[in-house]
């Protein structure tokens, strides 16, 4: 018998982590911080707003897992209920920002050339605009809810995607098959859903996961400021806002959990994305 079938599914496994090791501990990551946000809310089901005067600011015990906040609420229940409500939100307009990025690169990449100059300088001027500072601005101008949000953290993501898409159809346009399929009359939009899509699918997937990242941090930083979820939902940022708020008190239960989840969902999208990309790339 040979040694590859010799081979234990652990040494198996060892050898695909060590080949693969960068995109596993990101799925793996990933599905943590899913679990956290969508599944253990309904598995631990104590009120978050219950409020429990006499055990305000309570270090982590049994009765309290992760502690309580000033008020007396249980400080693992809000955590749960910031989880799932920053993850409502985040990928929701990640996906927003993903499609409109998609599409308007498609549509200059195929489009006549002044077409396209037109476009790459709208979009010049949408890059040039300070993300942070425009998310305040409308945040500022608009009724908070969750669908606002989602818009308003797509509206501001997708210009990065839509110039690298751009780029990518550029490049692919001139590659035989393309003029060829141009060539026995094929419209645009059959040449971008049948042949561009495909070619360019590792990029988009790599990139979707970063924009996941790049959302779910948005919109912390926006409940960090009391721009983001409102009131009295708590979202992971708005949790570490209060915490900072009392931090001459010491109430490390409250600051390091919330700040490991957002540290956890940035470093998630971004193993899994570079895991992906890696992947790609030996596979060219």
């Known amino acids: 018998m040979s040694n590859a079938t010799m081979a234990s599914p652990s040494r198996l496994l060892a050898r695909a982590f060590s080949k693969h090791g960068t995109l596993t501990t990101g799925l793996v990551l990933s599905a943590v911080i899913l679990f956290i946000g969508f599944v253990a809310p ?6 978050p707003y219950a409020i429990h005067p006499a055990h305000a600011l309570e270090a982590p015990s049994l009765a309290f897992p992760l502690g309580t906040d000033e008020l ?29 990025g998609l599409a308007y690169g498609l549509i200059s990449g195929l489009a006549p050339a002044w077409v396209d100059k037109l476009l790459m300088r709208l979009l010049d001027v949408f890059l040039a605009l300070p993300s942070l500072i425009v998310l305040i601005f409308f945040a500022s101008l608009v009724t908070l809810d969750n669908t606002s949000l989602i818009l308003l953290l797509g509206f501001i993501s997708w210009p990065g995607l839509a110039r690298l898409v751009r780029n990518e159809v550029l490049a692919q ?10 060539q026995s009359g094929a419209g645009r939009l059959y040449l971008a859903r049948a042949h561009l899509l495909r070619v360019i699918a590792p990029v988009l997937v790599v990139n979707g996961t970063f924009m996941i990242g790049d959302s779910i941090f ?28 009392i931090i001459a008190l010491d109430p490390w239960w409250l600051i390091v959990p919330p700040g490991l989840l ?17 992947l790609w790339g030996n596979n060219r």
């Open 262 to 278: 957002v540290f956890g969902s940035l470093l998630a999208a971004s193993l899994t994305g570079q895991g992906l990309l890696r």
């Open 218 to 245: 948005a919109l912390s930083a926006l409940s960090f400021l009391g721009l983001g979820v409102q009131p009295p939902q708590v979202s992971w940022g708005s949790l570490l806002e209060t915490a900072l708020d």
């Open 72 to 100: 007396g609420r249980n400080g693992l229940a809000l955590l749960l209920s910031g989880g799932l409500a920053t993850l409502v939100v985040a990928l929701p307009a990640a996906l927003v920002a993903f499609l409109t």
């Open 173 to 182: 346009r001139g590659r035989d098959f393309i003029l060829a399929a141009e």
């Open 42 to 47: 309904f598995i631990y089901t104590p009120d």
